[in-house]
């Protein structure tokens, strides 16, 4: 496993700090590097910049000191370009906030890992479950401290980040305290494992043999599983999308886990329903992939898929985590 390295000025702002400092004073900026490239989250804060007047705002303030117009978000569009892997998250057309987050990684040994978070809309401060969930799960996938083993590695990474968001709120959390649904994927060995609760959602695409590995915590996923009623019925219910497990202060951590070998190439994706909402199957989102061309950069695969979502309406924010893999790997 690479280095942890900490700089001594923080990248976004360019103010002295600590050895021992994880985030700039300053401004808010991580300062953490994990391994030979970086590991980011989708909700850095940064300082702000007014496009109106110029002047630079904190990340606590909504407004410009200066002028008083708001400030655009940072977490409204992020990309994070790790070149053989990339993410992008965008806050779409609709909600007024990015309530998802996205963290990913890459080890020397040639593990990768990503999560993707979804924040709880009808709790109190969604992004910051999120935020916080995609960190911590993210850290222990690259922990040399974690279970060797992929099932158990990805368990602990939930679990870390259910204990996590469960303690946002302090040691006695509201019901409606930050909570968030999360998928986290790690590849290692030639064997991709993914953990998930709720409804985020994580794919295998390969032109025909292309699936979906997740199966949604939700009451449209588990009326359909229980032959109650077929896909379209129950998609088409007001209750489609109402799930039943996700991290947060009133549950327990309960993931599924899948671990699979894989035979060829192909992408492993990682999604909020931002994406998948416009295009749930695996068929027609691996045509999108293919549609990006040979030779096409993860990142410009990742952005291809959000600009889709966006055209198609930009309803939810919108999270995608690409990964390329090769045969002798997957």
């Known amino acids: 496993m690479g280095v942890t390295v900490r700089t001594s ?5 360019a103010e002295p700090v600590g050895h ?15 391994g030979s490239t970086s590991v980011e989250t989708v909700t850095k804060e940064t300082a702000r910049k007014c496009p109106a007047c110029g002047t630079v705002s904190g990340t606590t303030t909504e407004y410009c000191d200066e002028c008083g117009l708001r400030l655009p978000d940072p977490a409204d569009r992020t990309s994070i370009d790790l070149g053989s892997l990339a993410g992008v998250s965008d806050r779409g057309m609709v909600h007024r906030r990015n309530e998802d987050a996205i963290a990913l990684g890459r080890l020397l040994d040639g593990s990768t890992a990503a999560v993707v978070c979804d924040g709880v809309s009808t709790t109190r401060r969604p992004e910051r479950a999120a935020r916080t969930a995609s960190e911590v799960a ?14 158990a590695r990805v368990r602990a990474a939930v679990a870390a980040a259910s204990t996590a968001v469960a303690t946002l709120d302090g040691p006695n959390p509201s019901p409606d305290g930050p909570s968030c649904t999360l998928v986290a994927a790690y590849v290692a060995d030639g064997r991709v494992t993914v953990g998930w609760v709720g409804d985020t959602r994580a794919y295998w695409l390969a032109g025909p043999d292309s699936r979906l590995l ?3 915590h939700s009451w449209a996923a588990e009326v359909v599983a229980e032959g109650l009623m077929d896909e379209t019925s129950a998609f088409a219910d007001r209750r489609a999308h109402t799930i039943t497990r996700w991290l947060g202060p009133d549950m327990l951590p309960d993931p ?17 329903d931002g994406l998948w909402n416009e295009v749930p199957e695996a068929e027609r989102i691996g045509g999108f992939v293919a549609g990006a061309g040979e030779g096409a950069t993860p990142l410009a695969v990742a952005e291809r898929l959000t600009e889709f979502a966006l055209a198609a309406g930009g309803r939810d924010n919108i999270s995608v985590v690409v990964i390329p893999l090769e045969g002798e790997q997957v």
């Open 9 to 13: 000025q923080c990248p976004a702002c």
């Open 20 to 34: 021992g400092d994880r985030f700039c004073e300053a401004c808010g900026g991580s300062l953490l590097r994990q």
């Open 138 to 151: 993210l850290a222990v996938l690259l922990s040399g401290d974690a279970p060797v083993e992929p099932v």
């Open 214 to 216: 997740t199966r949604d």
């Open 256 to 272: 599924d886990v899948v671990s699979v070998d894989q035979d060829g190439a192909g992408t492993l994706l990682v999604c909020s």
